[in-house]
């Protein structure tokens, strides 16, 4: 089998390529990035040269470079990460997040539709159901909570998941989609909460939590969300969303001071800043469905994740030190000031 990894140089979907690479030896595996400020080739380098791996560099929204290649390698599974991903940087500039996000996709789907294949999989999230009140733990988002969207990235990904739906309905595409609560893990870029907080404790700097730090997330180790997609590429019924969550809810504030705990670091470094606009309060994923269908679970403790995480990030200077101290800079001085 070919499979056609998209975003594969970005956080989750450098974690996916590894993975399919670890447990299905025998299939070929194409990662398609653009490289944005986001995607880093160094991350791919442990499989670089591999026989049955191969890097293009390509946008997702360019058909010509997207049919040459569908020509060139007769993909059978086009999985889907490539996105811009940052809600913050959505707020600032919407426009680059429609094009690739929802145009984007539009573009892998024909090219699907023109060549043939056996699935699509479109990797959603959570942030497409809105947000939850904080007092009223008992609800949470099933596959049938109705879309209803804060910001511009949560409203480009659900437009996306509408139109991945339409192509199935309409066209007959074999799709499926997962949506995902929030991923930690190795590779995670510096401006997402728990890298953030992890490298400004270490060089203790101010560690900027927006607003009272009570918004809650229901966090997820990388790897179990490669599992779900994994499942669903294999036993997934088409035309069918699969919820990906498990179960581990935490507040922003709770999760800094537990990160200061691990690096020895004291609370006084929290700093307060001015909340998010249309900050999201609470996601709570209810994976009962691909539990109940195709019997994931997820392995991995968010006590013991946390601390491989936190590990990886002391172990990995040499990855993360580039990036924060490239253009990455001028996005920081931006959102929190020089300090
Ligand atoms: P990321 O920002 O770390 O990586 C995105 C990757 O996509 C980068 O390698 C970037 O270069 C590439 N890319 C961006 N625009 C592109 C384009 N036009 N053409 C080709 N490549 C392009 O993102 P992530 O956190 O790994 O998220 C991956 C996917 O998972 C996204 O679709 C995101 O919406 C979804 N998701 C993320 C989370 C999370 O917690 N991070 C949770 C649920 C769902």
């Known amino acids: 089998m070919t499979i056609i990894i998209t975003g594969g140089a970005g956080f989750i979907g450098s974690n ?9 030896p025998q299939d070929r595996v194409i990662c398609l990035d653009k490289l944005t400020y986001a995607g880093n080739l160094s991350t ?43 809600v913050d940087r959505s707020i600032e500039n919407p426009a680059i997040f429609l094009e690739t996000n ?50 511009p990235y949560s409203s480009s990904k659900a437009s996306a998941d509408l139109l991945v739906l339409a192509y199935h309905r309409t066209y007959g595409l074999p799709v499926t989609i997962s949506r995902c609560s929030n991923n930690y893990g190795p590779y995670h ?26 918004n809650v997330r229901d966090w997820l180790y990388v790897e179990d969300h490669c599992r779900a997609i994994d499942l669903i590429l294999q036993k997934g019924r088409v035309g069918e969303v699969y919820n990906v969550g498990g ?5 922003n504030i709770d999760i800094v001071k537990l990160i200061c705990k691990a ?9 307060h800043v001015t909340d998010r606009k ?22 991995t403790k968010f006590a013991d994740g946390i601390k491989k995480t936190i590990q990886w990030y002391l172990d990995h200077e040499d990855w993360w030190q580039p990036i924060i101290s490239g253009e990455y800079q001028q996005y920081y001085q931006k959102m929190y000031g020089s300090r």
């Open 44 to 86: 791919l380098a442990p499989v670089m040269g591999q026989d049955n791996f191969r890097f293009v560099k390509a946008d997702i929204c360019d058909r010509g470079a997207v049919y040459s290649l569908f020509e060139e390698e007769h993909p059978d599974v086009v999985v889907n990460f490539a996105a811009e991903s940052h």
């Open 102 to 151: 929802i145009m984007g996709t539009a573009v892998l789907m024909d090219a699907c539709r023109k060549y043939g294949i056996q699935r699509y999989h479109q990797v959603s999230t959570d942030e497409v159901y809105g947000d939850l009140p904080l007092d009223r733990p008992d609800l949470f988002f099933t596959e049938t909570t109705p879309i209803h969207t804060s910001s």
């Open 16 to 24: 996916f390529v590894f993975h399919m690479l670890r447990e299905h």
């Open 263 to 271: 690096l020895g670091k004291p609370e006084s470094l929290i700093h």
């Open 189 to 214: 870029f510096p401006e997402k909460l728990i890298p953030l907080m992890i490298i400004n404790a270490l060089h203790d700097k101010p560690l900027p939590v927006y607003g009272d730090g009570l």
């Open 247 to 251: 179960h581990n809810e935490m507040k």
């Open 278 to 299: 249309g900050h999201d309060r609470r996601y709570a994923i209810d994976p009962t469905k691909i539990h109940e269908e195709l019997g994931w679970l997820p392995e």
